[in-house]
């Protein structure tokens, strides 16, 4: 099983809102990643968790609030964006030794209205 | 970060091999990856080479890797309309978890 699973597939939010991007893996890896992809652009990477600490923050602004409720979990809170934030949101997750292959979720399409 | 380079574009015919060229600049790259994604979709994981390898093949993919020039390419043998998709490699660096420096992308085309 190589699948990293994100919800929801696609939101829709107003910049009052308060939303949650959700990211599952049950490969027992112990470092996951949340990046964000706009249009026509290649990944630019958020956060990183290892070990289910924050190892990594790419100075991104604080209207995004990651957490890391257990090794399997990541979530990404969304509070006050701005319309610039809309991006697909990619997860993924990797082994902490070795090789560090990166295994992709599908994203999250976020549009912020 | 250091910048990962892929020209935009490359059209070919199916049934012909595809070469995928990317340069990167920092030498201390650990491992160097090649991935795919379609349209709408996430990020798929093709094959990945350490960094003191020069080849390593792969069903249809092979990754050529010329460390001191560093420069990396991914042939496709055989391109399928499948294969129609924006491939970017990506470079880790370091030895901990530091997530990846990803290329611009090249939006391969096939032409029937």
């Known amino acids: 099983d190589t699948e990293v699973t994100q919800t929801p597939k696609h939101l829709v939010m107003g910049m009052t809102n308060k939303k949650s991007l959700k990211c599952e893996q049950h490969?027992?890896?112990?470092?996951m990643y949340w990046y964000k992809q706009k249009a026509k652009k290649p990944p630019e990477l958020m956060f990183v968790y290892s070990y289910e600490k924050l190892s990594i923050n790419e100075s991104v602004p604080s209207r995004f609030s990651p957490e890391c409720p257990n090794s399997s979990l990541l979530n990404l809170h969304l509070h006050a964006l701005q319309p610039e934030d809309s991006a697909l949101y990619l997860c993924a997750s990797s082994q902490e030794e070795g090789s560090q292959k990166a295994f992709f979720g599908q994203g999250t399409r976020l549009t912020v209205v | 970060g250091e910048d990962v380079e892929q020209s935009l574009f490359l059209s070919v015919r199916e049934g012909d091999s595809s070469v995928i060229n990317c340069t990167y600049t920092d030498s201390s790259s650990t491992y160097l990856y090649w991935y795919k994604q379609e349209p709408g979709a996430g990020l798929q994981l093709l094959t990945y080479i350490f960094s003191n390898m020069d080849m390593k093949q792969d069903q249809r993919l092979t990754v050529l890797l010329n460390k001191k020039d560093k420069h990396l390419s991914l042939r496709i043998a055989d391109t399928q309309t499948g294969d129609s998709a924006i491939y970017f490699c990506a470079e880790k660096i370091g030895g901990g978890a530091d997530g990846l420096t990803f290329g611009k992308g090249t939006h391969l085309i096939i032409q029937p």
């Open positions: 490969m027992g890896h112990r470092a």
